[in-house]
Nanobody, 116 residues
Framework: QVQLVESGGGLVQAGGSLRLSCAAS????????MGWYRQAPGKQRELVAA???????NYADSVKGRFTISRDNAKSTVYLQMNSLQPEDTAVYYC??????????WGQGTQVTVSS
């Protein structure tokens, strides 16, 4: 059974930083991409950042220049370094993993709250 375990969320003041981690475990073969999505109250879940097995990255316009996604393929772990956080970044952040076979997995979510 595949599991994604997230950590690193919390409460931070505007302008601060947080680093999210997501470790995948279980029967994992041929990861295509891993990434982070977020969902704020009353809003749809949206892509924040994603990274392929080859290292190509994709960011939402709202986080470009502030957030950095990285991964450790050997550990099946993806990270999200979030700098210059703003109150509008407040959301539940979900880790996502897509396998080349077409399967998609989600983490349980971690709360990020940015106070003004």
């Amino acid at each position: 059974q595949v599991q994604l375990v997230e950590s690193g969320g919390g409460l931070v003041q505007a302008g601060g930083s947080l680093r999210l981690s997501c470790a995948a475990s279980g029967r994992i073969f041929n990861i295509n991409a891993m990434g982070w999505y977020r969902q704020a109250p009353g809003k749809q879940r949206e892509l924040v950042a994603a990274i392929t097995s080859g290292g190509s990255t994709n960011y939402a316009d709202s986080v470009k220049g502030r957030f950095t996604i990285s991964r450790d393929n050997a550990k099946s772990t993806v990270y999200l370094q979030m700098n210059s956080l703003q109150p509008e970044d407040t959301a539940v952040y979900y880790c996502n993993m897509q396998l080349r076979a077409g399967y998609t997995y989600w983490g349980q979510g971690t709360q990020v709250t940015v106070s003004s």
